[in-house]
């Protein structure tokens, strides 16, 4: 398609047990970013990729939480050893990169913890 | 870095009737300021932004935002509501000179009633 794509759309998991989230971004869009959106919650910051530069992970929350982005497109968000904090919906977007602000978002990944 | 303050949680709403969503900021630095709305179960999609030029923006679906840099305000508003415009709305905010990496209310919940 030619959206954002996100997987899985839902995951649900047991307290100590780890997660990856996988993003699909838009085909030519150097820029990728993972926020969460918690419940009665905005959207807060997790990690920026563009390009092939260093990666801006200054909102990861805990050295449990990781991503990477491989060839320069698809991305995975790691979670380590869940916990019941970590409920929440992971939201991927992309954009071209250049400073317009737009980015399209994918539809989110539902990650509940028992 | 910026921040942004969405001033109301929840706006309930009569249709046909006018809406304004509140939005402030602050920042050291010049910004670009943005509405996405988030229709239930769907991913983020842009409403309308301002970059530069005129204050006023007109965006999709009838809404509109004024940028008002002495008070630091963009808020949102539409003449006329439908059902259908039911959703989130999140103002964010970026640096102009920092990329794309968006900074976002907490949302603002337009609820439509017939």
């Known amino acids: 398609g030619a959206g954002v794509s996100q997987s899985p759309s839902n995951k649900v998991t047991e307290k100590g047990k780890d997660v990856e989230l996988r993003c699909d971004p838009i085909s030519g869009h150097t820029a990728l970013y993972w926020y969460r959106q918690s419940l009665g919650q905005g959207l807060e910051f997790l990690i920026y990729f563009q390009g092939n530069s260093a990666p801006d992970k200054s909102g990861l929350p805990s050295d449990r939480f990781s991503a990477e982005r491989t060839g320069g497109s698809v991305s995975t968000l790691t979670i380590q050893r869940t916990q019941q904090e970590d409920s929440a919906v992971y939201l991927c977007?992309?954009?071209?990169?250049?400073?317009?602000?737009?980015?399209?978002f994918g539809e989110g990944s539902r990650l509940t913890v028992l | 870095a910026q921040s942004v303050t969405q001033l109301d949680s929840q706006v309930p709403v009569f249709e046909e009737a006018p809406v304004e969503l509140r939005c402030n900021y602050s920042?050291?630095?010049?910004?670009?300021l943005f509405w996405y709305v988030q229709y239930p179960n769907q991913g983020l999609q842009l409403l309308l932004k301002y970059l530069s030029g005129s204050t006023l923006v007109k965006g999709i679906n009838g809404f509109e935002a004024e940028f008002n840099k002495s008070q630091t305000s963009f808020h949102l508003r539409k003449p006329s509501v439908h059902i259908s415009d039911t959703a989130e709305y999140f103002c964010a905010v970026s640096g102009s000179n920092a990329g794309n990496m968006l900074t976002f209310g907490g949302g603002t919940r337009l609820m439509v009633k017939p």
């Open positions: 920042s050291s630095v010049s910004v670009y």
């Open positions: 977007a992309s954009s071209h990169g250049h400073n317009t602000g737009e980015l399209f």
